[in-house]
């Protein structure tokens, strides 16, 4: 399983989608975890930048005002979701990893 977490400071700009496309292709990562996007609406139209494909799921939690902002993206091909628990500040979600039928949270 291939993990990234990054304080992306902000995901405004043409440049930092490319860095952590780059970066998620570069690795295949399965899942990614992006803090400080300061981003108050996510669509998939973004993730599927960052993502490369098709073949993801995420949750956000919205930035408050320039502060904050939380995004969580996986291949849904390795992780099944099964509950979600999402607040301002945290998102909170219960999966499957399908490649070794491990669940945790």
Known sequence: MKIVSWNIRGMGTDLKITLVNRLVSKYRVDMCFLQESKLEVVTGDLISRIWGDDNFDFRYAAAL?????????????????????????????????LLEEWEGV
Do not use: H
């Open 65 to 97: 005002g320039r502060s904050g902002g939380l995004i969580t993206i996986w291949d849904k091909s390795v992780f099944l979701l099964k509950s979600e628990y999402c607040g301002n500040r945290y998102i909170l979600l219960e999966r499957k990893w």
